[in-house]
C-alpha cells in the first residue's frame, strides 16, 4: 500500500471513530425504532406480552376507524388554516418592522417573546385566557358588541381557538422573514422604482420572490410540526369537546399509550411518515416550479 | 412628504395594536397569579386584583412539590446539556475535518433525521427502556443525548466548516494530534456556534412534554411541564397556581433571552436561513 494510501485510510479511520457516538445512537435510537415500528404496525401488541402477527389488520381496521378520519381531518383543518395564517402574519409584521421605524427593537422583542414560552405555559395561559366565563377575551368582544363564543368548550369553535393560540407563537417564524428581507439588495429596489414600479408591484415581483428560500423552509417547519402537534391539544382540550380537536398525534399517544394498543399506534405513526412525505415533497415541487431559487446556494 | 408621515402612523399603529394583542396575555397571566380565587372567579373579569396575594408564589414552593419538579428539571437539563455538547461537538467536528468515505451520504441522513416525526420512533423506544427497567428514571431522558443531536451537529458543522485550514495545519506541525486539534483549535474558536446550539437544548430540555410524559410516572420525579399539567387535572380551579407556575417556567427562558438576545435571534436565523 502506498503512503497516501494508508494516510487516507488512518485518516477515515479516526474521522468514523469521532462520528462513532452518533453512528450508535442511530442505529439504536433511530434505525431500530423505524423498522422496529413497522414490525410492530403488523402486529398486535400490547407491549406487554409479545407482539402476534396480524398481517394487514391494523391497517384495515384503520381505515374502518372513524376516528382515524376524524383525527385526520382535524390535522389537516389546523393546517391549511393555520399554517398559510402565521406565514401571512409574520411577513406582514417582518415587513412592518423592516421599515425605518423608531423602537424596533422593542417591537422585535415584544414580538418574538410569546413564541419562547413554554407550551405547557401557552396552552394553560390561553386555556384560561380564552375562559367563556371568566377571561378577558369573551368580556372584550361582549363591550364591543360582538358575539361571545365557548371558544375550547364549543366544537364549532375549538379548532379556531387552538389556531388563535398558535398565531401567538408565530415570531419565531417572523425573525426569520425578517433576515431574510434584510438580506434582499437594495439594488433591486432601487432598479424597479426608476422603472415606474409601485409599491404593491415591487412586493409581488421583488420581495416575495426573493423570499421564497425562506417561506419554503417555514412552510416545510410549520407541516412537520402541526402534524405532531400534541402538547397545546393535550393540555388545553384532550381532543375534546366531542372530538373537534382530537388531532393525529394526540390519537396515536392514547392508542399507544392509554388503551396499549402499540401496534395499531405503530400503524398509525407510518400513516403520519407517509403524510409527512407526501406533503413535504408536494411543498418542494410547488416551490420548485413557482419559488425563486436563482441566488441561493443548495447546500 | 405629507403622504409619507400619514403611512409612517399607519405602521405605528398596527404595530402598537399587534404588541398589545402579543403583550395582554403575558399580563393576564401575572396578574392571575397575583389574584384571591374571589378575583378569579369575578364576574366580569377583573384585569388586576382587588388585593395583590404575592404568597399564591409562596404556596407554590411550599404547598406543592414545585421546588422538586424545578430541581427535577434543573437535573434532566443540565444532564441532557452535558450530554448533547459532548456528543455532538465531536461528531460535528468527524464530519467537518476528515474525509471518510461515504461522509456527504451519512450527513444527509443526518438531516433526514430531523424530519422524522417522534412518534415513529416513540413506541420501539419506549419498548427498549422499558426492557431495560428505565421507565420511571431520568435515563430515557437523558442518555440518548450523548449519542448526538441531529440539530447541533449540523449547528456546529456549518460552523466548523468556517475555521481556516491553516489553522489546524500549524498546530499540526507543532505535532498536535486530531484530538488537541478539536481541543485547542476548533472549539476555543467556535463559542458563538457552542453557545448558539446550548441555547436550543436548553429550551427544548426545559419545555419538552412529550418525553417526559411518557417516561416519568412518579410524582417525585417530574419536571417541571409535567408536574404543571397534573397540578391542572388534579385542581381545576387553581388558576392563580397554575399561572404562577407558568410564570415561573418561563422566568428563566426570559432572562436568558435578555442576556443572549443576539445568540438567540442569530441561531433561529442561522437555522432558518441556512438549511
Given amino acids: 500500500m502506498s503512503k497516501v494510501a494508508k494516510s487516507r485510510l488512518r485518516e477515515a479511520r479516526i474521522g468514523l471513530l469521532f462520528l462513532s457516538p452518533w453512528l450508535i445512537g442511530l442505529a439504536v435510537f433511530t434505525a431500530y425504532p423505524i423498522i422496529a415500528s413497522l414490525y410492530f404496525s403488523f402486529t398486535h401488541y400490547s407491549g406487554l406480552s409479545s407482539p402476534r402477527w396480524a398481517g394487514l389488520d391494523n391497517y384495515v381496521q384503520l381505515f374502518k376507524d372513524p376516528l382515524f378520519w376524524k383525527s385526520i381531518y382535524n390535522t389537516l383543518y389546523l393546517a391549511i388554516i393555520g399554517i398559510p395564517l402565521a406565514q401571512v402574519l409574520s411577513i406582514l409584521v417582518a415587513l412592518l418592522l423592516n421599515t425605518k421605524v423608531k423602537f424596533l427593537g422593542i417591537f422585535r422583542t415584544l414580538y418574538f417573546l410569546p413564541s419562547i414560552v413554554p407550551a405547557v405555559a401557552t396552552a394553560l395561559l390561553w386555556k384560561w385566557f380564552l375562559n367563556p366565563q371568566f377571561g378577558p377575551v369573551n368580556l372584550l368582544l361582549e363591550k364591543i358588541g360582538l358575539p361571545t363564543p365557548g371558544w375550547l368548550t364549543d366544537p364549532a369553535w375549538s379548532k379556531p381557538a387552538l389556531i ?43 420581495t416575495l420572490p426573493m423570499l421564497s428560500p425562506v417561506i419554503l423552509f417555514n412552510v416545510v417547519m410549520g407541516i412537520i410540526n402541526s402534524f405532531q402537534s400534541f402538547t397545546s391539544v393535550f393540555i388545553m382540550t384532550g381532543g375534546g369537546p366531542e372530538n373537534s380537536t382530537l388531532v393525529y398525534a394526540l390519537s396515536i399517544y392514547r392508542n399507544g399509550f392509554q388503551f396499549y394498543k402499540m401496534g395499531y399506534a405503530s400503524a398509525m405513526a407510518w400513516v403520519l411518515l407517509i403524510m409527512t412525505s407526501i406533503a413535504i415533497v408536494f411543498v418542494f415541487k410547488f416551490f420548485g416550479k413557482y419559488g425563486y431559487f436563482g441566488g441561493v446556494d443548495k447546500q | 412628504m405629507k403622504k409619507r408621515s400619514l403611512g409612517k402612523t399607519w405602521i405605528y399603529l398596527l404595530l402598537i395594536a399587534g404588541a398589545v394583542f402579543f403583550m395582554i396575555p403575558f399580563f393576564w397571566m401575572f396578574s392571575t397569579s397575583l389574584k384571591s380565587y374571589d378575583d378569579v372567579f369575578a364576574f366580569p373579569p377583573v384585569w388586576w386584583p382587588s388585593e395583590v396575594l404575592w404568597s399564591n408564589y409562596a404556596d407554590l414552593l411550599v404547598e406543592l412539590p414545585f421546588l422538586r419538579y424545578t430541581l427535577n428539571t434543573v437535573i434532566v437539563t443540565g444532564m441532557t446539556l452535558l450530554g448533547f455538547m459532548l456528543s455532538s461537538s465531536v461528531v460535528a467536528f468527524g464530519f467537518s475535518y476528515f474525509r471518510i468515505p461515504g461522509k456527504k451520504v451519512l450527513f444527509r441522513i443526518l438531516l433526514v433525521t430531523l424530519m422524522i416525526p417522534p412518534q415513529v420512533t416513540m413506541i420501539p423506544q419506549f419498548v427498549l427502556f422499558n426492557k431495560l427497567g428505565w421507565v420511571g428514571t431520568f435515563l430515557p431522558l437523558i442518555v440518548p443525548t450523548f449519542f448526538g443531536g441531529a440539530f447541533s451537529i449540523f449547528l456546529l458543522k456549518q460552523f466548523f466548516d468556517t475555521v481556516p485550514r491553516e489553522f489546524s495545519d500549524a498546530a499540526k506541525l507543532d505535532g498536535a494530534n486530531e484530538w488537541k486539534i478539536f481541543l485547542k483549535v476548533y472549539l476555543p474558536l467556535s463559542k458563538p456556534a457552542l453557545a448558539t446550539s446550548a441555547l436550543f437544548i436548553f429550551i427544548w430540555t426545559w419545555t419538552d412534554f412529550l418525553n417526559p410524559l411518557i417516561y416519568l410516572n412518579d410524582d417525585r420525579m417530574y419536571t417541571l411541564s409535567i408536574g404543571l399539567q397534573q397540578l391542572s387535572t388534579s385542581r381545576t380551579t387553581a388558576w392563580p397556581q397554575l399561572m404562577g407556575g407558568s410564570v415561573l417556567m418561563t422566568l428563566p427562558i426570559i432572562v436568558l433571552f435578555f442576556l443572549a438576545q443576539k445568540t438567540f435571534i442569530q441561531g433561529i436565523q442561522v437555522g432558518g436561513i441556512k438549511s
Avoid: C, H
Avoid at chain 1, 437594495?186 to 409581488?204: N, P, Q, V
Fill in chain 1, 164 to 206: 388563535l393560540t398558535s398565531v401567538w407563537g408565530v415570531g419565531g417564524a417572523m425573525v426569520i422573514y425578517l433576515a431574510g428581507l434584510q438580506n434582499i439588495p437594495t439594488e433591486l429596489y432601487e432598479a424597479a422604482e426608476l422603472d415606474g414600479a409601485g409599491k404593491i408591484a415591487r412586493l409581488f415581483t421583488i
